[in-house]
């Protein structure tokens, strides 16, 4: 069994009992579809019958964030090759051929297996899906996935830690070939709704179909809610690239309420940023959590003129002294709100086991909008930065720079092969640092010594999640649970015995591994 396995054994096999029913009530959907349960199963039967194209989906709940460093890729692989497996041409008459159409979802918190198409390809299709639950077979050389890329990586680990989510931006893979196959192989079987572990809703557009084929089979189990895994939602300054051209984040009560309410935050930021001639350029990217909607502002691209003064002055407006929310912005943003994005919320709401509303109201969204408010996530700026102590924030900040205090690597910079070498590594009780220096010549001997520092990086030893290596340049790059990151480049490693037995001593080759390289 691989590392941070599903703890999947012929014990948790389906038995014939069927799971009790779940407690909390599935959201009304009026007239977009209805609830059905078949042999503990959830059912969700659009209201779109069509005879030419059957729908028959699987969502589970599972996504990026529950996959941890050590089994990264796991879900991507899956989807690749789920996605192969079952887009094959099915036969569905004599000499006649079909190749159903389908879609892999792969989301932060959810994922979704979607077969569309004619009616026989489809339950071919379908048929072929639950046999790989059972036993799972799987093509290794399927391409994967792509990864979701997020607008603040950094600032999503202060709510849900470090994962496939907020790693995606990183040009690392977990493993591949036989290990990889394996990982995909046990996610799978986790996720077979028998078994009983993982909640889930199927989908389909034709009530007749409800319970067919291998989902008459029950669950072995209830299948279990996922407790909340995030952390402080307080208002807070996180580290951010000024090129990132973040603007502020926040997080509501899930549901439509806040989804309509990120719409209405759009449009406020947009006035300030207006004024600045950037408004254009705004973007809302919203991430539904099982436990928070979180949603970001950012520039789509930033060409300078968005810094720490510029984010003031959108918090100032829209979160320090804002003004009254007229009703005809709050009624321009609902009208935004259709059919679809019932039906995502509804499906949202009852695979995570959560409650919540899919009609949005114009109270609820100035109640969702007053949480936005209260949970603002600034970059942390020079600007930025007296809000720690003028209003609370949290501050997720670097420590501060040691002065003197360094063990060099090096005698002179010609030791150096570009910038991404450290010119010296600390080590202290909670940390591994990497410094950068400017260089001088000085002394009789016209020595070159280090002058000032040029850069400074460091992790938290205690908390590391992950140990990447790039091949090509032999270094190893450390990730703490902050995402902050230190390269160590192995020749300078292995050329001090006294640093590498430290290294060992705290754990590094114990951490999960990742490699640098195009992913597949």
Same mark, same amino acid.
């Given at each position: ?189 986790? #996720?077979?709704? /028998?078994?009983? &572990? ?5 989908? %389909?557009? @034709?009530? *007749? +179909? ?118 005809? #912005?709050?009624? /321009?943003?609902? &009208? ?5 994005? %019932?039906? @995502?919320? *509804? +499906? ?173």
């Amino acid at each position: 069994m691989s590392d941070g396995a599903y703890g999947i054994s012929s014990a948790n096999a389906p038995t014939a009992s069927a799971s009790p029913a779940p407690s909390t009530q599935p959201p009304d959907l009026g007239d977009v579809g209805t609830w059905a349960s078949a042999a503990g199963h959830d059912w969700l039967v659009l209201a779109d019958p069509d005879p030419e194209q059957l729908l028959l989906a699987a969502y589970f709940d599972y996504g990026l964030v529950d996959e941890p460093p050590a089994r990264l890729d796991a879900a991507a692989r899956l989807c690749g090759a789920l996605r192969a497996e079952l887009q094959r041409p099915i036969e569905v008459g004599v000499g006649e051929v079909s190749v159903p159409e389908v879609a892999l979802e792969l989301e932060p918190s959810m994922l979704g297996v979607r077969i569309r198409g004619r009616r026989a390809a489809v339950l071919g299709a379908w048929t072929h899906l639950g046999e790989l639950f059972a036993r799972p077979d799987l093509p290794s050389n399927a391409p994967l996935l792509p990864r979701q890329v997020n607008a603040w990586d950094r600032d999503l680990a202060t709510h849900a830690g470090v994962t496939a989510m907020n790693l995606a931006d990183m040009p690392i893979h977990g493993p591949d070939g036989e290990a990889g196959r394996l990982l995909s192989h046990e996610l799978l079987a986790h #996720l077979d709704p /028998r078994r009983g &572990e993982v909640r889930h809703v199927f989908i %389909t557009n @034709d009530p *007749a +179909l409800v319970g067919v084929g291998w989902t008459a089979d029950p669950p072995a189990a209830a299948p279990p809610t996922r407790p909340a895994v995030y952390l402080d939602r307080r208002p807070a300054l996180v580290l951010c690239p000024p090129d990132d051209g973040v603007v502020l984040s926040a997080t509501a009560t899930p549901g439509a309420d806040a989804y309509v309410a990120g719409f209405v935050m759009q449009s406020l930021i947009a006035g300030p940023l207006d004024r600045l001639g950037m408004q254009a350029r705004l973007g809302y990217e919203y991430i539904p959590l099982r436990d928070a909607f979180y949603c970001c502002f950012a520039l789509n691209t930033n060409d300078g003129r968005l810094g720490g003064k510029e984010v003031m002055a959108v918090h100032d407006a829209v979160v320090a002294h804002p003004r009254p929310v007229h009703d005809t #912005l709050i009624e /321009r943003a609902l &009208e935004l709100y259709g059919p679809s994005e %019932t039906v @995502d919320n *509804a +499906l949202r709401l009852r695979t995570s086991g959560r409650a919540g509303n899919v009609q949005p109201t114009a109270d609820g969204v100035r109640r969702a909008l007053a949480e936005i408010r209260a949970s603002v996530h600034l970059p942390l700026r020079d600007e930025t930065e007296p809000l720690a102590e003028q209003a609370g924030y949290l501050l997720w900040k670097h420590i501060d720079e040691p002065e003197d205090d360094f063990t060099l690597l090096h005698d002179g910079p010609q030791h150096r092969r570009d910038d991404g070498h450290p010119d010296a590594i600390k080590l202290t009780a909670h940390q591994i640092q990497a410094h950068q220096f400017k260089w001088e010549q000085r002394g009789l001997t016209r020595r070159w010594l280090p002058a000032r520092s040029a850069g400074f990086r460091w992790v938290d030893s205690t908390r590391l999640v992950m140990a990447c290596y790039d091949p090509s340049d032999q270094y190893l790059e450390l990730i703490d649970d902050r995402l902050r990151t230190v390269n160590l480049y192995w020749d300078e490693v292995a050329a001090h015995p006294q640093l590498r037995a430290e290294l060992e001593r705290r754990g590094i080759w114990r951490l999960p591994r990742g490699t640098f390289g195009l992913i597949q």
